[in-house]
């Protein structure tokens, strides 16, 4: 079955640190990679995604995350964490003959100042 | 701003009656799909749509019914409400044909009694 799995329900990161929040996949075929937040009782905004090309996809508010075929991730990474930060992220992920989206349960993100 | 709008931030329902949820879209999206959204369990598909008056069923559809009409409006028709439907309801949007990020509306948490 296609997969998108975030292993850790919940990640805690000192204001200034760098995070990372992990995400991999299991499909076949070739996949486009996505990562969402969603923010207190709101919808999701799209951060970024990977369709093809360079490994390391920079997005909205400093975020970027690096694919790597090989181990089937799509990490998502920023430099220098933000309180503000604080949320809950999907990994979601489409095939290249499908638009649908599979989803990751979420991580939630607590930055602590 | 490009928006997709559901109709109610929170609702409460009781159990057995006919609950409709509606979504609109200002972008001329051609797919519009309805997850729920349950702690630990991340999205799940309800059902989906690709056109005008098609529509298709996602991973959960029982329980549930949807109708489009119009390109810019999917409506989420629970049948006869049960408690187990206790959920936040997610709207969302994209372009077909290609592997565009999703337009996600505010939600709208729905609270069966």
């Known amino acids: 079955a296609q997969s998108v799995a975030q292993p850790e329900d919940q990640v805690n990161v000192a204001e200034g640190n760098p995070l990372t929040v992990k995400c991999t996949y299991s499909?076949?075929?070739?996949?486009?990679l996505f990562w969402y937040v969603q923010y207190p009782n709101r919808g999701l905004q799209f951060l970024l995604k990977?369709?093809?090309?360079d490994n390391l996809v920079k997005g909205s508010y400093g975020f970027e995350a690096e694919f790597n075929k090989s181990q089937t991730s799509f990490h998502l990474k920023k430099p220098s964490a933000l309180v503000s930060d604080s949320a809950l992220y999907f990994c979601?992920?489409?095939?290249?003959?499908?638009?649908?989206?599979?989803w990751g349960a979420g991580t939630k993100l607590i930055i602590k100042p | 701003d490009v928006k997709v709008t559901q109709s109610s931030r929170y609702l409460v329902k009781r159990t057995g009656e006919k609950v409709f949820l509606e979504c609109v879209q200002d972008?001329?999206?051609?797919?519009m799909f309805w997850y729920r959204q349950d702690p630990g369990l991340g999205l799940r598909l309800i059902y989906f749509s690709y056109d005008v008056k098609m529509k298709e069923k996602g991973d959960i559809p029982e329980g549930y019914s949807v109708s489009r009409e119009k390109k810019e409006r999917f409506s989420l028709i629970l049948e006869s409400a049960s408690t187990n439907q206790t959920s936040m309801y997610l709207c969302?949007?994209?372009?077909?044909?290609?592997?565009?990020?999703?337009?996600f509306g505010s939600g709208t948490r729905l609270t069966v009694v």
């Open positions: 969302a949007s994209s372009f077909h044909g290609t592997v565009r990020s999703y337009t």
């Open positions: 990977y369709i093809t090309g």
């Open positions: 499909v076949s075929g070739n996949p486009y």
């Open positions: 979601a992920c489409a095939l290249d003959s499908n638009y649908q989206l599979i």
């Open positions: 972008m001329d999206h051609e797919n």
